[in-house]
């Protein structure tokens, strides 16, 4: 991790697909579209991967040609809608364009309620080594009431079948915090979850975002929330749990057994660059945002007319790049390297954010904040001149707030 | 009288809010040619946006108007528009007194109101000539025969020749003109005699300096005249006298009974209070127009920056006001709560909403009122007597003997079927009723002697929401009176915030206590601890709420690399943060100052 401008590529790609909307979804997925449409998708998909190598996709963004990658995530919807043959379309391109390094990870999403044996070893052949289930709960009454399409006992077969098909690297998705949930529920989630022994476990308090029907079952009383006590009280116990079970935790809501972080999710938190591609996704290259639209007519058809779909890209500013810096960093438990952010920035942390220095002591004094001298927070080695600063355990509850003072 | 005296008219417009004052001086000046269409704003003689909008007119504008009359003469109607606010009073009773006659605007769907009836008493104060029209006729629900009936009742003045008018579709407004030119009296006074005018309204003007608007009781007045102010004791000489056309047209000289503008090189508004009279330094009067007096605020307010704005912006905007609105009182004060910050002065409620909201939005100030309070007479266990606008400098109970609070007179007009309702209010707001008039057989005047306390704490918008804005109030200063009242103390986490602590009724001190302990709790957000919220007499803690810690404020998932999503969130974050005020370890959000003083109708 010393060595902060990495030339390596992170690739996003969103597949908007899904058998069924969830009740919590807030992300850009459409369900029921039929293979004809999925297949103009990908051909659009192949078209923006292209004109990006070549330095079509919009005036300010760099061509990518010939750039080394080490992360791929298909993610969704539900990726595993796709066939092998479509998704090994995509592939083919993304290795026609770019060089993938050796250990290149290449994550996909995928859906307990949608793969058979054959199409799992028809990903793995196309080098795809790494699955993230959405197992969400192993409580069906639970998966009921999120919207989910499959149950426990096929999320079980699900992570058998990877197994078989070769996956050494699995990741499986969970959610707490479900109205009508119990610490009870979350724990034996907990524990039947850790019995399948996966690489990775992600744990994610349900966001209950504006317009969604869970959102509207809570306003309208049907679904009662839990409090925030309750939330905080299985966020912590699921971290004990973890940590007994041997996954440490890296990031606010990702735990893994040792070397297998997610290598793709850590460049979102670290300002490497990662290309996004397909509807609604996001990028962050040679120091420049961008994003496409959340229409995936619109993408489609723009594509097919030879148009960029990038609609919005903005140059970071140093101050920009600085402040996410900060409040991307301090997602991970190891937090952020102060004095490698005066290198990078060329200021002293201590100068750029005088103003809030305060504030931060204050957080320090009450325990949420730890500022450390010379060690790495356990992981990696100890660098002499190294400066971190992490969020507690505690600190996470409230990252937002702490985060806020550098935006 | 001169010859040219004959054929001037001097006359005001009254009416109740609403009732289409405005409107008619607007077709007033179209149908006499003084302003094109073309050039009409809705609403001409309303010049400030703020009183546009609110549909209100504050600040006096007068007008010259030329009408050719049926009887082939020309004559000169000085239009002199009056403040429709209870708070203005006495800058309408000075209009009043420029005049000869005044037209009175009644709504033919609504009646007459407590508040015209109040400037009718004025006007009949000055004796003049009432005028009454008619408005609105051409509403489906107008009333017009009940009306009059109803003037006549009330106000004991022949209404039944009275113009029926809209003035907003422009309907019968010549017979408006003839009626003032046959019933107004044209204005006496001796053009020989000594230099009388008197000041009706004032107002700074970057070029000029302050511009006097004056009626000339006697003699006349010209350019190189010096002169005298005759309670202010002030000299100037004039530089410029005029009329308005409208827009201001000088002219060599202003003769007995006209009605223009005067300039004399003055710096401040105060320098020619409104209610003065002007002679000439070399040839002085030898007493004065009746009626000056130095109005005195009745309200007052802590006006603070906000934790963004600058105290030097804030004190710079006042004094800006200031030199504008002789009314307007301010000098410097500290909270401990907030800062560096001013005591301001004003005649009424309103008038201190008119000038907090020109603040933040002509200046563009942030600012923080604090609650307004009247003046108490407090006296001393040594027998000296404090007059106390400011809860925080209430002497501690052992040094005062006993205080006294303002008590007002207040008239409330309604509808009979609120009459319940509003004794109610009456009762809950210690008000005593001196009697209850039937006006007609479905409005009621109740009069009532009330603290002004209660006035200006929420009655206003009790009323009007309790009477579907129906009901009117208008209200004047009567006597202070021994009173049982105590300063109630708000505590946060502990530790007095100043800035909220408002002297109260002993009766009324749970209750409040309460409501702005429930208040606060709405509008302070969780913090990282408990923050108990108290409401305190000296030690006595009265009412108690809690804000309850917060345990999350996480972003559990932060998709694909959207990171200007999540910054979106933090920057929303960080605005709101933004407008809170730090007091100790507990950050208060501003609107919190105001949240306290609103009035709750669930309540």
Same mark, same amino acid.
């Given at each position: 991790?010393?060595?902060?401008?990495?030339?390596?590529?992170?690739?996003?790609?969103?597949?908007?697909?899904?058998?069924?909307?969830?009740?919590?979804?807030?992300?850009?997925?459409?369900?029921?579209?039929?293979?004809?449409?999925?297949?103009?998708?990908?051909?659009?998909?192949?078209?923006?991967?292209?004109?990006?190598?070549?330095?079509?996709?919009?005036?300010?963004?760099?061509?990518?040609?010939?750039?080394?990658?080490?992360?791929?995530?298909?993610?969704?919807?539900?990726?595993?809608?796709?066939?092998?043959?479509?998704?090994?379309?995509?592939?083919?391109?993304?290795?026609?364009?770019?060089?993938?390094?050796?250990?290149?990870?290449?994550?996909?999403?995928?859906?307990?309620?949608?793969?058979?044996?054959?199409?799992?070893?028809?990903?793995?052949?196309?080098?795809?080594?790494?699955?993230?289930?959405?197992?969400?709960?192993?409580?069906?009454?639970?998966?009921?009431?999120?919207?989910?399409?499959?149950?426990?006992?096929?999320?079980?077969?699900?992570?058998?079948?990877?197994?078989?098909?070769?996956?050494?690297?699995?990741?499986?998705?969970?959610?707490?915090?479900?109205?009508?949930?119990?610490?009870?529920?979350?724990?034996?989630?907990?524990?039947?979850?850790?019995?399948?022994?996966?690489?990775?476990?992600?744990?994610?308090?349900?966001?209950?975002?504006?317009?969604?029907?869970?959102?509207?079952?809570?306003?309208?009383?049907?679904?009662?929330?839990?409090?925030?006590?309750?939330?905080?009280?299985?966020?912590?116990?699921?971290?004990?749990?973890?940590?007994?079970?041997?996954?440490?935790?890296?990031?606010?809501?990702?735990?893994?057994?040792?070397?297998?972080?997610?290598?793709?999710?850590?460049?979102?938190?670290?300002?490497?660059?990662?290309?996004?591609?397909?509807?609604?996704?996001?990028?962050?290259?040679?120091?420049?945002?961008?994003?496409?639209?959340?229409?995936?007519?619109?993408?489609?058809?723009?594509?097919?007319?030879?148009?960029?779909?990038?609609?919005?890209?903005?140059?970071?500013?140093?101050?920009?790049?600085?402040?996410?810096?900060?409040?991307?960093?301090?997602?991970?438990?190891?937090?952020?390297?102060?004095?490698?952010?005066?290198?990078?920035?060329?200021?002293?942390?201590?100068?750029?954010?005088?103003?809030?220095?305060?504030?931060?002591?204050?957080?320090?004094?009450?325990?949420?904040?730890?500022?450390?001298?010379?060690?790495?927070?356990?992981?990696?080695?100890?660098?002499?001149?190294?400066?971190?600063?992490?969020?507690?355990?505690?600190?996470?509850?409230?990252?937002?707030?702490?985060?806020?003072?550098?935006? | 009288?001169?010859?040219?005296?004959?054929?001037?008219?001097?006359?005001?417009?009254?009416?109740?809010?609403?009732?289409?004052?405005?409107?008619? =001086?607007?077709?007033?000046?179209?149908?006499?040619?003084?302003?094109?269409?073309?050039?009409?704003?809705?609403?001409?003689?309303?010049?400030?946006?703020?009183?546009?909008?609110?549909?209100?007119?504050?600040?006096?504008?007068?007008?010259?108007?030329?009408?050719? =009359?049926?009887?082939?003469?020309?004559?000169?109607?000085?239009?002199?528009?009056?403040?429709?606010?209870?708070?203005?009073?006495?800058?309408?009773?000075?209009?009043?007194?420029?005049?000869?006659?005044?037209?009175?605007?009644?709504?033919?769907?609504?009646?007459?109101?407590?508040?015209?009836?109040?400037?009718?008493?004025?006007?009949?104060?000055?004796?003049?000539?009432?005028?009454?029209?008619?408005?609105?006729?051409?509403?489906?629900?107008?009333?017009?025969?009940?009306?009059?009936?109803?003037?006549?009742?009330?106000?004991?003045?022949?209404?039944?020749?009275? *113009?029926?008018?809209?003035?907003?579709?422009?309907?019968?407004?010549?017979?408006?003109?003839?009626?003032?030119?046959?019933?107004?009296?044209? &204005?006496?006074?001796?053009?020989?005699?000594?230099?009388?005018?008197?000041?009706?309204?004032?107002?700074?003007?970057?070029?000029?300096?302050?511009?006097?608007?004056?009626?000339?009781?006697?003699?006349?007045?010209?350019?190189?005249?010096?002169?005298?102010?005759?309670?202010?004791?002030?000299?100037?000489?004039?530089?410029?006298?005029?009329?308005?056309?409208?827009?201001?047209?000088?002219?060599?000289?202003?003769?007995?009974?006209?009605?223009?503008?005067?300039?004399?090189?003055?710096?401040?508004?105060?320098?020619?209070?409104?209610?003065?009279?002007?002679?000439?330094?070399?040839?002085?009067?030898?007493?004065?127009?009746?009626?000056?007096?130095?109005?005195?605020?009745?309200?007052?307010?802590?006006?603070?920056?906000?934790?963004?704005?600058?105290?030097?912006?804030?004190?710079? =905007?006042?004094?800006?006001?200031?030199?504008?609105?002789?009314?307007?009182?301010?000098?410097?004060?500290?909270?401990?709560?907030?800062?560096?910050?001013?005591?301001?002065?004003?005649?009424?409620?309103?008038?201190?909403?008119?000038?907090?909201?020109?603040?933040?939005?002509?200046?563009?100030?942030?600012?923080?009122?604090?609650?307004?309070?009247?003046?108490?007479?407090?006296?001393?266990?040594?027998?000296?007597?404090?007059?106390?606008?400011?809860?925080?400098?209430?002497?501690? *109970?052992?040094?005062?003997?006993?205080?006294?609070?303002?008590?007002?007179?207040?008239?409330?007009?309604?509808?009979?079927?609120?009459?319940?309702?509003?004794?109610?209010?009456?009762?809950?707001?210690?008000?005593?009723?001196?009697?209850?008039?039937?006006?007609?057989?479905?409005?009621?005047?109740?009069?009532?002697?009330?603290?002004?306390?209660?006035?200006?704490?929420?009655?206003?918008?009790?009323?009007?929401?309790?009477?579907?804005?129906?009901?009117?109030?208008?209200?004047?200063?009567?006597?202070?009176?021994?009173?049982?009242?105590?300063?109630?103390?708000?505590?946060?986490?502990?530790?007095?915030?100043?800035?909220?602590?408002?002297?109260?009724?002993?009766?009324?001190?749970?209750?409040?206590?309460?409501?702005?302990?429930?208040?606060?709790?709405?509008?302070?957000?969780?913090?990282?601890?408990?923050? &108990?919220?108290?409401?305190?007499?000296?030690?006595?803690?009265? =009412?108690?709420?809690?804000?309850?810690?917060?345990?999350?404020?996480?972003?559990?998932?932060?998709?694909?690399?959207?990171?200007?999503?999540?910054?979106?969130?933090?920057?929303?974050?960080?605005?709101?943060?933004?407008?809170?005020?730090?007091?100790?370890?507990?950050?208060?959000?501003?609107?919190?100052?105001?949240?306290?003083?609103?009035?709750?109708?669930?309540?």
């Amino acid at each position: 991790m010393g060595v902060f401008v990495s030339d390596h590529l992170g690739i996003y790609i969103h597949i908007p697909f899904c058998v069924q909307k969830c009740r919590y979804c807030d992300f850009t997925s459409y369900a029921g579209k039929n293979e004809e449409f999925k297949n103009r998708y990908i051909k659009a998909l192949l078209k923006q991967i292209n004109q990006a190598a070549t330095g079509r996709s919009a005036a300010s963004l760099p061509a990518l040609e010939g750039r080394i990658v080490d992360s791929v995530f298909f993610g969704g919807g539900t990726p595993s809608l796709l066939s092998p043959d479509q998704l090994g379309l995509v592939m083919a391109e993304l290795r026609t364009h770019f060089v993938f390094t050796e250990d290149c990870e290449i994550t996909m999403e995928a859906n307990p309620g949608t793969v058979t044996l054959e199409i799992l070893r028809g990903y793995r052949e196309l080098g795809i080594n790494r699955l993230s289930f959405g197992v969400q709960s192993m409580e069906d009454e639970i998966l009921k009431t999120l919207g989910r399409i499959h149950d426990s006992a096929e999320a079980v077969r699900s992570v058998k079948l990877a197994r078989d098909a070769g996956f050494d690297n699995l990741n499986l998705d969970l959610m707490f915090g479900i109205p009508g949930q119990t610490s009870e529920q979350w724990t034996s989630t907990l524990q039947k979850i850790t019995a399948l022994s996966p690489e990775h476990i992600s744990f994610y308090s349900l966001q209950v975002e504006e317009g969604t029907p869970i959102y509207n079952d809570i306003k309208f009383g049907t679904l009662e929330p839990l409090t925030d006590e309750e939330d905080r009280a299985m966020y912590h116990a699921g971290l004990e749990y973890l940590r007994e079970q041997g996954y440490h935790q890296y990031e606010i809501s990702n735990g893994a057994k040792p070397g297998k972080e997610c290598r793709h999710n850590v460049k979102y938190w670290t300002l490497e660059d990662y290309a996004g591609f397909g509807v609604s996704a996001h990028g962050f290259v040679d120091g420049i945002r961008y994003c496409q639209g959340d229409d995936v007519t619109e993408y489609i058809e723009t594509l097919e007319r030879d148009e960029s779909p990038v609609i919005w890209a903005h140059k970071n500013e140093p101050e920009d790049s600085a402040s996410e810096f900060m409040f991307t960093g301090l997602r991970l438990v190891r937090g952020v390297d102060l004095t490698e952010f005066e290198e990078r920035f060329g200021i002293s942390f201590e100068s750029m954010y005088k103003e809030i220095l305060e504030e931060l002591e204050e957080f320090r004094c009450q325990g949420f904040l730890v500022i450390e001298e010379g060690s790495t927070n356990g992981e990696g080695t100890a660098e002499g001149g190294c400066r971190r600063m992490y969020l507690t355990e505690r600190g996470m509850d409230i990252s937002n707030r702490i985060m806020a003072l550098f935006v | 009288m001169s010859s040219y005296q004959k054929y001037i008219r001097n006359f005001s417009i009254i009416a109740h809010i609403d009732h289409g004052k405005s409107t008619l =001086a607007d077709r007033l000046l179209e149908t006499t040619g003084c302003v094109s269409t073309r050039d009409m704003k809705e609403q001409f003689l309303d010049n400030m946006d703020l009183e546009r909008e609110r549909g209100i007119t504050i600040k006096l504008q007068t007008t010259r108007l030329v009408y050719k =009359a049926k009887d082939g003469n020309e004559y000169i109607l000085n239009l002199i528009d009056t403040p429709g606010h209870v708070d203005f009073n006495y800058e309408v009773s000075r209009s009043l007194a420029a005049c000869e006659g005044a037209v009175l605007v009644v709504d033919s769907t609504q009646g007459v109101e407590a508040q015209t009836l109040a400037n009718v008493y004025l006007a009949l104060d000055e004796d003049l000539e009432i005028v009454p029209v008619i408005n609105k006729i051409d509403l489906l629900s107008a009333r017009p025969e009940e009306v009059k009936d109803e003037i006549e009742e009330l106000i004991g003045i022949d209404a039944q020749d009275a *113009p029926l008018i809209s003035a907003k579709n422009g309907i019968n407004i010549e017979d408006v003109l003839e009626a003032i030119v046959q019933k107004v009296p044209a &204005p006496t006074g001796d053009p020989d005699g000594k230099l009388k005018a008197l000041i009706f309204d004032s107002y700074y003007d970057n070029y000029k300096g302050v511009v006097i608007y004056a009626r000339i009781v006697d003699g006349s007045i010209k350019k190189g005249d010096t002169i005298l102010m005759m309670n202010t004791k002030k000299k100037y000489e004039v530089t410029e006298v005029g009329v308005n056309a409208p827009g201001q047209v000088p002219c060599a000289e202003l003769g007995t009974g006209m009605v223009g503008y005067i300039c004399a090189s003055i710096k401040q508004v105060s320098d020619a209070r409104v209610g003065d009279t002007i002679t000439l330094a070399n040839d002085p009067a030898e007493e004065a127009l009746p009626g000056y007096k130095k109005v005195q605020p009745m309200v007052y307010c802590g006006i603070y920056p906000s934790s963004d704005e600058k105290y030097e912006n804030v004190k710079d =905007a006042l004094e800006k006001l200031q030199v504008n609105d002789a009314a307007f009182l301010f000098e410097p004060e500290t909270s401990t709560a907030l800062g560096f910050g001013f005591r301001c002065g004003f005649l009424g409620l309103l008038h201190m909403e008119i000038i907090v909201e020109r603040l933040e939005r002509e200046f563009d100030l942030g600012i923080i009122t604090t609650s307004p309070s009247v003046i108490y007479r407090v006296v001393l266990t040594d027998g000296t007597v404090k007059m106390i606008q400011n809860p925080s400098n209430l002497p501690t *109970p052992q040094e005062i003997s006993y205080i006294e609070e303002p008590m007002v007179k207040a008239d409330i007009m309604l509808p009979n079927e609120y009459v319940g309702s509003i004794m109610e209010l009456c009762q809950d707001r210690r008000g005593k009723m001196t009697h209850m008039e039937y006006i007609t057989e479905t409005r009621v005047l109740l009069h009532y002697e009330m603290p002004l306390n209660e006035v200006i704490y929420d009655f206003f918008d009790a009323l009007k929401s309790k009477t579907r804005g129906y009901g009117s109030l208008d209200y004047e200063f009567l006597r202070y009176e021994k009173s049982n009242v105590v300063k109630m103390d708000v505590l946060l986490n502990k530790s007095l915030v100043d800035a909220f602590s408002m002297i109260v009724h002993e009766s009324k001190a749970a209750q409040r206590g309460r409501f702005v302990c429930e208040k606060l709790k709405e509008v302070i957000p969780m913090h990282q601890f408990e923050v &108990p919220i108290q409401a305190a007499i000296g030690q006595k803690v009265i =009412a108690r709420e809690t804000v309850r810690a917060y345990r999350k404020d996480v972003l559990a998932k932060c998709y694909g690399g959207d990171i200007s999503r999540k910054r979106k969130l933090l920057e929303k974050q960080k605005e709101g943060k933004k407008r809170m005020r730090q007091f100790g370890t507990v950050e208060v959000p501003q609107e919190a100052f105001t949240a306290v003083l609103k009035y709750d109708d669930n309540k």
